[in-house]
């Protein structure tokens, strides 16, 4: 089973700052990995699939990069809505795994 | 757009079997291709996947959980379910299903469902 890390657990930020998330893949799992948005009381949104692509709807803000074992989530410039945990997932041999998540706060 | 609910009961007693359903609007849960899935957040915790099923009926769950995890499809109405048996207090949690359309990632979720293991 992979396992993915992220880091750092929290990062806590302002607004119009920019933002940079890591998560690590215990194995390779190539370009297959998503980000996810989730908001107090509200499900997890999906950001970005395949490492870089957009999902429909998603602010150009948000960018992801990676492949392997190394991925990270990018915001340019934090807006107030983004203020959030952010997940990343992976699915390999026919199992789904998230990391741990990342708390973006406000400063 | 696929839209999909949760429902079932909030309250379970240890032991017993959790039961939940997930209804699919907007779009036929025998699409090729789709996996139907479950995934639960214990409170303040992050996320953990449960289990799918693909649309054909193959199921692939999480083996932390293998041995108390049923998933089935109901063409009929639309639906499929979770059974989670022998549930504990650790097993209290939203419960959310989602839909992964290409294979990956789950490109849409239900709003959850809070799901309580007490006496």
């Known amino acids: 089973e992979i396992v993915l890390t992220q880091s750092p657990a929290t990062l806590s930020l302002s607004p119009g700052e920019g933002a940079t998330l890591s998560c690590r893949a215990s194995?390779?799992?190539?370009?297959?990995l998503a980000w996810y948005q989730q908001k107090p009381g509200q499900a997890p949104r999906l950001l970005i699939y395949?490492?870089?692509n957009r999902a429909t709807g998603i602010p150009a803000r948000f960018s992801g990069s990676g492949s392997g074992t190394d991925f990270t989530l990018t915001i340019s410039s934090l807006e107030p809505e983004d203020f959030a945990v952010y997940y990343c997932?992976?699915?390999?041999?026919?199992?789904?795994?998230f990391g741990q998540g990342t708390n973006v706060e406000i400063k | 757009q696929l839209q999909l609910q949760e429902s079932g009961p909030g309250l379970v007693k240890p032991s017993e079997t959790l039961s939940l359903t997930c209804t699919v609007s907007?779009?036929?849960?025998?699409?090729?291709?789709?996996?139907w899935g479950w995934i639960r957040q214990p409170p303040r915790k992050g996320l953990e996947w449960i289990g799918n099923?693909?649309?054909?009926?193959?199921?692939y769950y999480n083996p932390s959980l293998r041995g108390r995890v049923t998933m089935s499809v109901d063409t009929s109405r639309n639906q499929f379910s979770l059974r989670l048996s022998s549930v504990t207090a650790a097993d209290t949690a939203v419960f959310y299903c989602?839909?992964?359309?290409?294979?990956?990632?789950?490109?849409?979720w239900g709003q959850g469902t809070l799901v309580s293991v007490s006496s």
């Open positions: 194995q390779s799992v190539r370009s297959y």
């Open positions: 989602a839909v992964v359309q290409g294979g990956y990632y789950f490109d849409y």
């Open positions: 907007g779009g036929s849960i025998s699409s090729s291709n789709y996996f």
């Open positions: 395949d490492a870089s």
């Open positions: 099923i693909y649309y054909s009926g193959s199921t």
């Open positions: 997932q992976q699915r390999s041999n026919w199992l789904w795994t």
